[in-house]
C-alpha cells in the first residue's frame, strides 16, 4: 500500500503450487510502517488480499505470533477462525513465542 508514493504497508501471499493442495494461500510478512499503525491500514490491506484470493483459491492461511493481540482481534474481525497453535514455533534468546494458526474459507 502507498501514500505520497512512499511504501506504507505490505503483506505476502503466496498460493501452494501442488496439485493437491494448490486450493490455498498463505498470507505472510504484513508490514505496516509505525507511523501509519492503528490508522485501518492492515485492515485495507488484508481485505485487498482475501478480496484477491476469492477468485484464485478457497483457504487462506496464516500464522501470528500469540503475543500479538491486535493482529489476532483483527483477523477475527475480517473473518479468520483459529485451528491451532504452534507451541515454540519461535525462539528469542531463551524464549519460545507460540504461533497461532488461522484460516479463512473462501467459499
Known amino acids: 500500500m ?6 506504507i504497508g505490505l ?6 503450487s501442488g ?3 494448490s486450493h490455498k494461500a498463505f498470507l505472510s510478512s504484513v508490514f505496516v ?3 501509519f499503525q492503528q490508522k485501518g491500514v ?3 490491506l488484508i481485505s485487498k488480499v482475501i478480496e484477491y484470493s476469492k477468485n484464485h483459491v478457497e483457504q487462506l ?3 501470528v505470533t500469540n503475543d500479538n ?3 489476532i482481534h483483527l ?4 473473518g479468520f477462525q483459529i485451528y491451532g497453535v504452534d507451541e515454540k514455533a519461535l525462539k528469542d534468546n531463551d524464549e519460545y513465542i507460540d504461533e497461532i494458526l488461522m484460516k479463512i474459507f473462501l467459499v
Open 19 to 21: 496439485i493437491k493442495d
Open 42 to 44: 492492515a485492515r485495507q
Open 33 to 35: 510502517e509505525p507511523e
Open 75 to 78: 483477523y477475527k474481525k475480517l
Open 61 to 63: 492461511l496464516l500464522t
Open 2 to 7: 502507498y501514500h505520497k508514493n512512499e511504501i
Open 11 to 16: 503483506a505476502v501471499l503466496t498460493q501452494e
Open 69 to 71: 493481540k491486535p493482529a
